[in-house]
């Protein structure tokens, strides 16, 4: 583990010229973002709308949801331009709370669109998910900040250190994994506001979910419910399928089965082997990711129960 | 031409079963949709919220763009539920108008759910689109009242009887298009809210276009910009492209010029000759026509230009 | 049951033009197929090649595979052009088999193009599979003469009536299941080369499939191996897909798991009901059948244990 | 320009593990590749295949394409298994070129797989074509040899270091470009198999690409021949196209015009701006582009004119 780097600030890790140029993106500068969900009801958007229009909010964008206008549940992403967003934010957060929210029973979240999620990245040893992610990052596409990579495996090291990351070597056994998961927590302790699991092949306990207290993505490499757990694409040549694909999800103490955030597909044929339809599945996998990274740190992405909401 | 099922009243062509089973679909009763465009700026989304919340709507769903919400323009559909919309509805667009639109310099649209589009049919002698639309209609999967099919060949009457609408035989030729066209206008004053070119091989002029006074969707057997004009497929094949596609658009006078609103590909090979392409090719051009009829008779299309915003 | 229809003699149920139509696509006449299997291993081609050429015959496409060129197994599907060819089909098979195929221990096929699969179609109350099998088939698309119709409803005679097929509805309850099978058999027997199962709601016996001597081909309405079994666009749903799918496979006594043949899928979104998603998913499961039943009717598929080779 | 490097024999710029590597992929040990084209006619098939069987060649793989039996073209790919091939592979060119080839007035091309072949990359400022390529081919996914990266722009010289891959600086201007053309000729003499234009924003002259004698393959980032030219991505947000796309061609003295090799799309929609249309496109051109690459040097191209046979 690299000691002198992970304790730095937050700050510090990631050049400055990234970051602006990833905030300068799509004029990000005082744009808030608003994810709400309540039991549905007359007057929820209408008092939303109210309370930021009253405040001198522009709403740019708006996505809604309602699962049934009778009795359902009703979700809402909206953005909004507000001068001096990132000051009276705290105040925005808190007027909203008592004014709106807790009339309609509403489970909410705000935030400023130009502060970047920070970022875990877990990874074993398959590079293509973890390099992906940090190209993307590095041209400015992605809205985070990478601050952190963790690994059970030393061999990624070096390609990490080209994007001046930190790279922390946990090695993780049977017998060590309880200590392992500590020091995993220790060195992400308010530093990170995901984790992303880019091809990590170890299973993180229901403990370690709980403590993080961040969500956590993972990319699994079939199109899940089917070929769940290990070696999904031996599975897949055995069955004889005519596509592969990767799902990207939440993670949950139930293995595979958390929230499903994105899926895709490729096509494949009797002619490859097993190792031909894993390239193939690996650019599927990559991209799936990303666009599932990208999406929750949009702040587009809404749980409804065990599903997802992908504004 | 079948001129006396042609004059009946509208009412009468379609089988009353038929349509209510449509508007059963999806529990559209006393579901208004309203569509919004003007030029972007401060309190826009919450006078039209407040205006559909004091006459006691609640919003559905929402969606909405901006180009920029400095000096941009502004696009909005909304969908609400209100009790009686059908009776309301003359007297809400009058006030919306007046409360709201004229504020804003918006051009509006507002509809009851309810309520089909009514829809000519325009074919030659290919039958996929044209029965592809047929079907979905009978099952129930489409928002329209098909009331005419118009040819300039007879080929398809036969076939279009089965579905109880009324084919008009009506042939085009260079000497005779001003006149033919005059034949069509009479047959569809007052009994349409669409026309779909489903493969209809003759250019409308601007004359028609301007007369019919009802929006024309059109779908070109290529992926638009690339092979304009006659013989798509052809032009595919010589060009020697690895996919084809189809695309739905709005008629203009400027051929295969106007805005689109759908389309998709279809991977082809070396192997597959014109006439193989053209029956692959046939797959994409009904359901791009149908994903185009569909979302423009859900009232999910606005223009901007010459495009299109799809909600 | 449409006795009358049902107990014509095979040439007497489609008419020649359609089948004329059909046979000049393509320029099929005096073109054979010919499907082998076996261990692989050195002069299995230049044995087969120098055959046909000894023959006359010139290969016209050629598809080969092998899983290993060591040990493993060989797979070819030769098209070649041989003047007279379906006079002397039945002597160059036995030909083949004394002088090629019993020497290297192979499987092999041999037919004429010209020769369309004898189909029956079982269907129960939904019809986009059936019209669209039917529809391709009127178009001359498919190589396959449809000869009959078989339904547990009586809902879809009379569209089936339109393209002058005979319609045999055979109700099977839980008591009736072995009697009604045993109808089935009877009015299928030496007529048909292929049972496809078109949204057939009735699983068939193994007693059915072993006495029917034909394949079956089915369409399930799922991405398989995900979702097998009852409501699998309700299963989709309650998961959170992003994709949902359509798998047609042979059909085995293992109910869903029998060699697939061809997949795909399209991409739905939490706002869509389960109906929506049906719909979508239709559009899917036809196309999907479609291209399962071209392809088998083409002599392009191969069995491997449990998995198809589709050339 | 990196003197020292870029003037190393070809031997010594890969590093051995890696060439290793991807030699390993698939067995290709004593592997021969054999791509034939001449017009159609009887006897083609068994005099190549007898040629093959009486050097005691085993063939794996065979791809055969006829664009019409009388009179047309004739196409081949044949991959065969022969023992010590690399050493035997001058007298077989020989051998066939007299036996078979003569005989048919047949082009071909016989080579081994195992011997990678070598790759310039050519390159200005966007960096997502040019590290897919480096990173597919240090996975050994890419049957190449990554000998020279070409830039007009330093920019990238520091990402490619990463890959030990000399990097040559060439500025081109337009009064410098004969001269920067001749210092590109002179580094890539004898040392390159195929020149591949990785988002390289230069035109390359007609004498160059006569004088370089291998072929050139580009990636335009568009799907052709839509939106040929500059801006492209500019061009589809102002048509108002739903899907964008990338086309990998060889290159020719007429822009954007020669023979495609492969192509892809990606749906879009009126949200992105064309900056994000612009990402979501370079994830498509970065896997046209590797697609493009692998099948040349895996030798499964042909061409037929100005269109490509891919097997």
Redesign the interface.
């Known amino acids: 583990m690299n000691e002198a780097s992970s304790s730095l600030p937050h700050s510090a890790v990631v050049a400055p010229d990234r970051r602006s140029q990833w905030a300068r ?2 004029a990000l500068h005082d744009h808030g973002r608003l994810l709400m969900s309540c039991q ?7 008092s939303v ?2 309370f ?2 009253a405040r ?1 909010a ?9 699962t049934d ?1 009778e009795g359902g549940k009703f979700f809402q992403r909206i953005v909004f ?1 507000l001068p001096n967003l990132v000051e009276r934010l705290p105040g925005l957060r808190r007027e909203f709370g008592e004014e709106v929210a807790g009339r309609f029973g509403m489970a909410f979240q705000m935030s400023a669109a130009e502060v970047p999620k920070r970022v875990a990245l877990f990874v074993s040893k398959f ?2 998910c973890l ?1 992906d992610l940090l ?1 993307r990052w590095r ?1 400015g ?1 992605l809205p985070v900040d990478i601050v952190q990579v963790v690994s059970n495996h030393p061999d990624l090291e070096k ?1 990490v250190a ?1 994007f001046d990351v930190p790279y922390a070597h946990i090695p993780v056994t049977r017998a060590t994994k309880a200590e392992a998961e500590q020091r995993q927590l220790e060195l992400l302790e308010n530093r990170v506001d995901l984790v992303v699991l880019a091809r990590y092949m170890q299973v993180l306990s229901g403990d370690f979910l709980r403590r993080v207290e961040v969500p956590a993505i993972n990319i699994h490499h079939s ?5 769940a757990g290990a070696g999904p694409y031996e599975q897949a040549k ?6 592969v ?1 990767a799902t990207a999800h939440y993670v949950t103490e139930d293995l595979d089965e958390g ?2 955030i ?4 490729a096509r494949i ?3 490859q ?1 097993v ?2 339809i894993a ?1 193939r599945g690996a ?1 599927i996998e990559r ?1 799936v990711l990303a666009r599932a990274v990208e999406a929750h740190c949009d702040d587009r992405v809404l749980l ?1 129960d ?5 504004f």
């Open positions: 993106d799509g549905d009801g007359p007057g929820i958007v209408a709308t109210a930021l229009h001198g522009n709403i740019v964008h708006a996505d809604q949801n309602s206008p331009h590079d293509h390099l190209w041209r596409e390609d080209g199109f899940l419910p089917a070929f055995k069955r004889g399928v005519k596509l694909g929230p499903i994105e899926q895709d597909v044929s009797h002619r082997s190792r031909e390239r650019d991209v409804d065990n599903t997802t909401i992908v």
